[in-house]
């Protein structure tokens, strides 16, 4: 009977160290993204929503990174990246990006 318990415990490992990483890979892109914020002079409000908005795009790239069999440790290089450029930027890439393959589409 204990060892039932074992078992189960040692199958949710994987997911509780996806866990850690996650939260470790969100903190570290909100950390980067409030600093960078305040340094910029931004007002504590937008340098907060800014972290939040970082490390919810950092912790929303697991899954996409599972998809691609690709490491999920790149979740954390990527939340940096991210956080670094900033979410003004990335949305700006995003959006020519996808207006260029509308474009391109529509010819």
Not at 50 to 75: T, V
Request: proline share 4%; net charge neutral.
């Amino acid at each position: 009977m204990a060892h039932d318990y074992i078992v189960a415990i040692a199958l949710e490992l994987p997911s509780l160290g996806y866990l850690v990483l996650g939260s470790y890979a969100m903190m570290l892109s909100f950390c980067i993204a409030y600093v960078r914020s305040r340094l910029g002079d931004a007002a504590p409000g937008r340098a907060l929503l800014e972290g939040l908005l970082c490390g919810c795009l950092s912790l929303a790239s697991f899954p996409l990174l599972q998809h691609l069999s690709l490491n999920p440790y790149l979740a954390v290089a990527i939340g940096a990246v991210v956080a670094f450029l900033g979410g003004d930027w990335l949305k700006e890439t995003l959006a020519a990006v996808v207006g260029h393959f509308i474009d391109r589409r529509q010819r």
